[in-house]
């Protein structure tokens, strides 16, 4: 593995995981706040791949070159997108 596939590989490692939380913590609130579950998933989905589309968006510059920063960023822009589907039609 070379060097920038390795820095990539750690900066994921340790950032995703706080945006993991937050995005659990916001789905919470909206199953708390009684709101449909296919609707909160929904907001779930699509903020969770905002915000991870938001990360690899502000490391672009340094990785933009390298395969797995583009599957990277595919898969985040999938999440929103699938996100956007379960708004509008899970149910």
Known sequence: MDENTRVLRDYL??????????????????????VRPNVALGIFTAFYG????????????????LTIYKVAVAF???????????LFYGE
């Open 13 to 34: 490692i340790f950032t995703v995981p706080h945006v993991t939380m937050l995005a659990g913590a916001v789905l919470g609130v909206l199953l708390l706040l009684g």
């Open 50 to 65: 905002f915000m991870l589309l938001i990360l690899a968006l502000v490391i672009r510059p340094h990785f933009s070159k």
């Open 76 to 86: 985040f822009v999938g999440l929103i997108l699938m996100g956007v589907l379960l």
